[in-house]
């Protein structure tokens, strides 16, 4: 069975601080993928990165980047400098064909300016 | 392009009543999705259709069903609603070309309230 865990149920922190945001993953599949999404006050989940699981390799997008290791079973999420817009829960999920994804139970930040 | 939207985006009805959601996906994308959220159980995922064919389930009773319209849009049923079934219900749509990995892109949701 495939799990996803966030451990951090809520994180507040002043603007232009880093944070990172934990996610740990449970699966027997030796070919996943893995997603970051962000729920603003609106309701949608916005899609904000997938990374497969033969791809180790960490990225950066803007302020964003993401560390993926496999050794450890975890796929982090960090904010540099962070911003009130990006108060929101986020979300880690883990899928085997990208169709049914498996979500963690999401880690609320608090951006206070 | 125009993203996945859903209607109504909100809904109150009343325990024993049925309820139909619907959701138009991204232009060209032929895979839909629902997911259930809740403050208890999170996100869950309800099931996905394809080609007018559900090709995953999870794990909701059979009050819960979908449909896919050759156009792709998709609507759900609730039938004989219960008060546990009020909740923010997900729909994703992603293109599902065939290759290994599709992302899902998420409409705005419907609110149901069940009284």
């Known amino acids: 069975a495939q799990k996803v865990t966030q451990a951090q149920t809520e994180i507040s922190v002043v603007e232009k601080e880093d944070v990172t945001l934990d996610c740990v993953y449970e699966t027997r599949d030796t070919t996943y993928y893995l997603f970051w999404y962000k729920q603003p006050p609106s309701g949608e989940l916005v899609f904000l990165i997938r990374?497969?699981?033969?791809?180790?390799q960490n990225e950066i997008s803007g302020r964003y980047s993401w560390n993926f290791q496999k050794s450890t079973s975890s796929f982090n999420f960090t904010i540099t400098a962070s911003q009130v817009v990006d108060s929101a829960v986020y979300f880690c999920a883990l899928s085997k064909y990208g169709n049914k994804l498996v979500f963690g139970a999401g880690t609320i930040l608090r951006v206070k300016s | 392009k125009a993203g996945v939207t859903q209607t109504p985006r909100y809904l109150i009805k009343t325990r024993g009543q049925q309820v139909t959601l619907s959701c138009s996906p991204i232009s060209g994308h032929r895979s839909v999705s629902w997911y259930q959220q809740t403050p208890g159980q999170g996100l869950q995922f309800l099931f996905e259709y394809f080609s007018e064919t559900q090709r995953n389930k999870g794990n909701f009773p059979g009050r819960f069903s979908g449909r896919q319209f050759s156009n792709s849009r998709s609507e759900m049923n609730v039938s004989t609603l219960e008060l546990g079934d009020s909740a923010l219900y997900l729909c994703a749509s992603s293109l599902d070309s065939g290759g290994a990995l599709d992302t899902q892109y998420f409409g705005p949701g419907t609110r149901l309230t069940v009284l």
């Open positions: 990374r497969n699981s033969f791809d180790e």
